[in-house]
């Protein structure tokens, strides 16, 4: 079946329920491919992929140069797999109203509870965006907002999001990220920070005392997913002159946590909810 192109009179949604006709058929095949790197290991062969979407060789080959082509995959001549970017094809689900709407109400008794500024955030490459935050006061020279994006290597929950990356992609994802130094305590080699990431993911949180700007500590947790893992970080911002990192760690983690597991919580309702109404 050719790629079918609709027609002007056929690209509105709202005048037409989209039939057999509008089906893409290349479009699924590719999906299918990315898709079943979810439930297997994170490096399969030409006829693993295959097998698994039952495809054709001839069109897993196909969906798999053109990932690659697009830069959703990597082979190393025999073993392709996929890249941080696929983390990318979720950024409009993630950071929609609906997240930010669940996420606000939690930060927002987070930063009443402990008077510090709170923030949400999702990776997105080597970048961490920022899908929700409440402000209570200026520590950082720069001003964060909805939107904004950070190196994930330097900051809290950047180095929360990429403990659930595996290790093949992680060295990637760090080796081909730029990695200036912020400030003198910024960790910028690779091996380090693999380093630091692990341990994050052992202790289930991240601190980071001032890597991103001279002043500024974070701690950040994981929202974790049940079956989509760490989906969303938290951190809790607060200023390192006022008191010594381990008070921090100890005043803030505690409500952190706590707020992370509401965050969960309640993205897993809205989830059943959506499905009730599908």
Same mark, same amino acid.
């Given at each position: ?13 709202s005048r037409k329920v989209p039939g057999k006709e509008d089906f893409v058929r290349s479009l699924a095949s590719g999906l299918k491919v990315l898709e079943c790197f979810s439930d297997a290991e994170a490096a399969m062969t030409l ?11 001839? *069109? ?6 053109? =990932?690659i082509h697009l830069g959703y995959a990597s082979t190393d001549g025999r073993d392709f797999t996929l890249t941080p970017k696929v983390l990318s094809l979720g950024l409009g689900f993630w950071s929609g109203n609906s997240l930010k ?8 008794? =987070? ?32 001003? =964060?907002?909805?939107?904004?994006? =950070? ?34 305590? *910024? ?92």
């Amino acid at each position: 079946m050719s790629d079918h192109v609709p027609s002007a009179s056929t690209t509105s949604l709202s005048r037409k329920v989209p039939g057999k006709e509008d089906f893409v058929r290349s479009l699924a095949s590719g999906l299918k491919v990315l898709e079943c790197f979810s439930d297997a290991e994170a490096a399969m062969t030409l006829s693993e992929v295959a097998r698994r979407t039952g495809l054709s060789r001839a *069109t897993a080959r196909r969906m798999l140069h053109t =990932l690659i082509h697009l830069g959703y995959a990597s082979t190393d001549g025999r073993d392709f797999t996929l890249t941080p970017k696929v983390l990318s094809l979720g950024l409009g689900f993630w950071s929609g109203n609906s997240l930010k709407d669940l996420l606000q109400p939690a930060l927002h008794d =987070l930063a009443a509870e402990l008077n510090e500024s709170c923030s949400a955030s999702i990776l997105v490459g080597d970048e961490i965006v920022y899908i929700a935050r409440v402000h209570t006061r200026r520590i950082m020279r720069m001003d =964060l907002d909805v939107g904004t994006r =950070l190196p994930a290597f330097a900051t809290s929950m950047g180095r929360v999001l990429l403990s659930d990356v595996d290790q093949t992609s992680l060295y990637r994802l760090l080796e081909g990220a730029e990695r200036p130094q912020f400030t003198p305590a *910024t960790i910028t080699e690779v091996e380090e920070l693999v380093k630091v990431i692990t341990r994050g993911r052992n202790d289930g949180y991240v601190m980071v005392d001032q890597e991103l700007e001279a002043g500024l500590r974070s701690v950040a947790v994981p929202v974790k997913h049940p079956d989509r893992g760490v989906t969303t970080a938290i951190n809790v911002s607060v200023s390192a002159g006022l008191e010594p990192a381990g008070e921090s760690l100890k005043r803030v983690l505690p409500s952190l946590k706590r707020c992370a597991e509401t965050a969960a919580q309640a993205l897993q309702a809205w989830e059943r909810g959506r499905g009730r109404r599908a």
